[in-house]
T-cell receptor
Framework: GAVVSQHPSRVICKSGTSVKIECRSLDFQATTMFWYRQFPKKSLMLMATSNEGSKATYEQGVEKDKFLINHASLTLSTLTVTSAHPEDSSFYIC???????????????FGPGTRLTVT | SQQGEEDPQALSIQEGENATMNCSYKTSINNLQWYRQNSGRGLVHLILIRSNEREKHSGRLRVTLDTSKKSSSLLITASRAADTASYFCATDAAGTYKYIFGTGTRLKVLA
């Protein structure tokens, strides 16, 4: 099956700094990627849809200026958590759907996640 | 916003027993997927069922979909301790292409 990677897998940063997380589709082109965050023992919450070559679409309640998304190529989307605070500590997971035969693939392929800890 | 609600929130069973988890959603969907997540780890895809399908099997897993009731169930037969994990359903609403996750069921299989 298709592979999605994330980097880094874990990151610890200090309050006030910014952190960038990369999401790559390794063997397929992903015009659209998705970013989720997950708090401990909770479900995944969709944060935003990342579109190659255009602005990301954010879910209600997600701060655009806080979580900057850039989808510069068909295989890479980045999420930057700006001016991080301890409450931003979470598990961030990206996913991608392949574009096949004029439509999205049914499957959604997930990256392994990035654990962010803000001290 | 969360679309799916799952029940039970937590389930504890003995090894060898069957485990059933249910997922309900609010709007018409294209597809529904079930995932497993071990503590602190990434997601493992289990089964995808399309809106025009009613049942699918994969090994010890059986998934049903009732679009009239907007619900799905995941049955794990002959459970093993290694099945201990959180299980999530995810749906992509008709007219959209993004998957929204349910609240999840934490399954504990006791050896």
């Amino acid at each position: 099956g298709a592979v999605v990677s994330q980097h880094p897998s874990r990151v610890i940063c200090k309050s006030g700094t910014s952190v960038k997380i990369e999401c790559r589709s390794l063997d397929f082109q992903a015009t659209t990627m998705f970013w989720y965050r997950q708090f401990p023992k909770k479900s995944l919450m969709l944060m935003a849809t990342s579109n190659e070559g255009s602005k990301a679409t954010y879910e209600q309640g997600v701060e655009k200026d806080k979580f900057l998304i850039n989808h510069a190529s068909l295989t890479l989307s980045t999420l930057t958590v700006t001016s991080a605070h301890p409450e931003d500590s979470s598990f961030y997971i990206c996913s991608a759907r392949a574009w096949v035969a004029g439509g999205f693939s049914y499957e959604q392929y997930f990256g392994p996640g990035t654990r962010l800890t803000v001290t | 916003s969360q679309q799916g609600e799952e029940d039970p929130q937590a389930l504890s069973i003995q090894e060898g027993e069957n485990a059933t988890m249910n997922c309900s959603y609010k709007t018409s969907i294209n597809n529904l997927q079930w995932y497993r997540q071990n503590s602190g780890r990434g997601l493992v895809h289990l089964i995808l069922i399309r809106s025009n399908e009613r049942e699918k099997h994969s090994g010890r897993l059986r998934v049903t979909l009732d679009t009239s009731k907007k619900s799905s169930s995941l049955l794990i037969t002959a459970s093993r301790a290694a099945d201990t994990a959180s299980y999530f359903c995810a749906t992509d609403a008709a007219g959209t292409y993004k998957y929204i996750f349910g609240t999840g069921t934490r399954l504990k299989v006791l050896a």
